[in-house]
Structures are given as C-alpha cells and as structure tokens.
C-alpha cells in the first residue's frame, strides 16, 4: 500500500545530504511513480541513491535507471535467486559492471531463513560473485539472514581480496559485528532500528562505530515506523538518520554527513 506521501522536508538545521545506499527502485512497486520518488528523496535531502540489482534483469533495470536519473546501480545476484545462476550469467554480470554507473556487485550472499534456493547454490553463487568483485575491484553488498557463521566463512575466505564489503540489513549481533569490523568492513543499517520490538538490533547498532555504519531504506520494504504501512522509498531515510543520531546521541547533520562521507568513500562515488 502506498497512499499519499508526506515528504520530511529538510529544516534549517538539517542542511547535510544523505546518501540511501541500498533501494530497489527499478522493482515493480515504483513503475507509476519512479520520478516523482527520485525527485520527493531529494526534496527531502537524499542526495545520492544506489540502485541494487537481485538478478540479471534487475540488474540491468538497476543500471538503465541509474544512467537515465544520475543515480548508482549496483548488479548481482541475491541468493533467493541463486538456482539460476550460471557462468553465462557471471560472463553477463561482468559485462554489465563494466558501466561507469555500477559501483559494487550486489546484493549477493545467503538466505537460510526463506530457502528459495538450495544451499550449496547459494554457496557456489555468492563465491563466484565474490571472486568477480576482486577481480573488478570493485565493494561488495552483502546480504545475510540467518546464514551467519556460513557467510562469515566465505567472506573470510576471499576477505583479503576484496576492495570491500558493507553487510545490508546488518543483523549478526554484536560479537559478529567484531569480526568484521576487524576486516574494515560496513554495515548497513534500515528502517528496522525504528521498529518498536528491535531493541537487540538497537543494541548492536550502538556498539558500532558510526563511520563503519552506511544508511538505507531497502525501499519498497522496512518502511521505519513512523510511516509504517506505507510503501517505503528513499524520501523516508530521514526518519533512519534520526533514529540513529538518538542512538549515537549526535546530532542529525553530523549522522547524515558522516554516513555520507562513508557511503561515498566505499562506493567511490562523488555527488
């Protein structure tokens, strides 16, 4: 359901962009409004958006919308897709990452908690895509639920190749966080942290230092609570930022500048 949109406009004291480093834009829910959204982000002040690609053909949706609205696009295959991924395909994802607008391949990793894919091809499939990213050098978006000691294995395994990796929808605990902060890594964080029953993602969220955490809205889904019900899109990231500044106890330009500087910094990107 998307209803109408009130779009949290930028206030005087609110003068920093953001960057919403995680949205799926080119997905069916923004056929009738893609523009009016692109432009409500910025209204808003999200000044940067990258667009992440699940499969080949969302990928290449992901990449058209970029190039057409001065966005990013990220391309990969995310594991409830892994059942048809092929060398073909990897042939196919290197071509596209080619394009001036990919700036990481992703969304890749495992899914043990929906399982539409088998296991051992979610394993080959987010190694392959591993495999190509270092070679490209280019960052990796990594997804992760319920697979987390099978995750942090492989990207053990190929960590010291890789240009670098944020971990979407970050929800490993603290201990896990640890672990990757030791490799340099990032973690994203969504309109989860507002939720009423995500105390423990709260929790672990404060224990990471705000220049390793990036911003999202995984758009159209984890709309934050203020505007729960509604269908999610980059304009709704400042209620994230704001969760996260009370979190951190900072103030709201300083959360929105630092996790921009570092959005910017990971995706190589200049806005």
Do not use: W
Not at 147 to 153: E, L, T
Not at 235 to 259: N, P, S, W
């Amino acid at each position: 359901m998307t209803g109408d949109v009130t779009v949290p406009v930028k206030n005087a004291s609110e003068g920093v962009a953001l960057i919403d480093s995680h949205a799926h834009l080119q997905f069916p829910q923004f056929e009738r409004d893609r523009q009016e959204v692109v432009h409500r982000a910025a209204v808003a002040g999200v000044s940067g958006i990258v667009v992440v690609g699940t499969e080949l053909d969302s990928s290449r949706r992901a990449l058209e919308l970029a190039e057409q609205s001065g966005l990013f696009a990220t391309v990969g295959f995310h594991p409830h897709a892994a059942g048809t991924f092929t060398e073909e395909t990897l042939d196919d994802l290197e071509e596209l990452a080619a394009a001036a607008r990919v700036v990481a391949i992703g969304e890749i990793g495992l899914d043990y908690f929906r399982d539409l894919a088998p296991r051992d091809r979610q394993r080959e499939a987010f190694e392959q895509q591993l495999v190509l990213a270092a070679k490209l050098q280019l960052p990796v978006v990594v997804h992760d639920r319920d697979a987390h000691q099978d995750v942090a294995k492989i990207v053990e395994k190929h960590a010291q190749n890789l240009r670098g990796a944020v971990l979407h929808c970050y929800s490993g605990g603290t201990k896990l966080a640890q672990f990757y902060l030791e490799h340099g890594f990032y973690f994203s964080v969504s309109g989860q942290i507002t939720y009423r029953r995500s105390e423990a993602l709260r929790a672990t969220v404060a224990a990471i230092p705000i220049e390793h955490i990036l911003l999202e809205t995984d758009a159209p889904y984890l709309t934050p609570q203020p505007v729960r019900g509604k269908r999610n899109e980059p304009c709704f990231l400042t209620h994230t930022a704001r969760q996260l500044a009370e979190l951190k106890g900072m103030g709201y330009d300083d959360v929105c500048r630092i996790t921009s500087s570092s959005a910017a910094r990971f995706f190589s990107i200049e806005l």
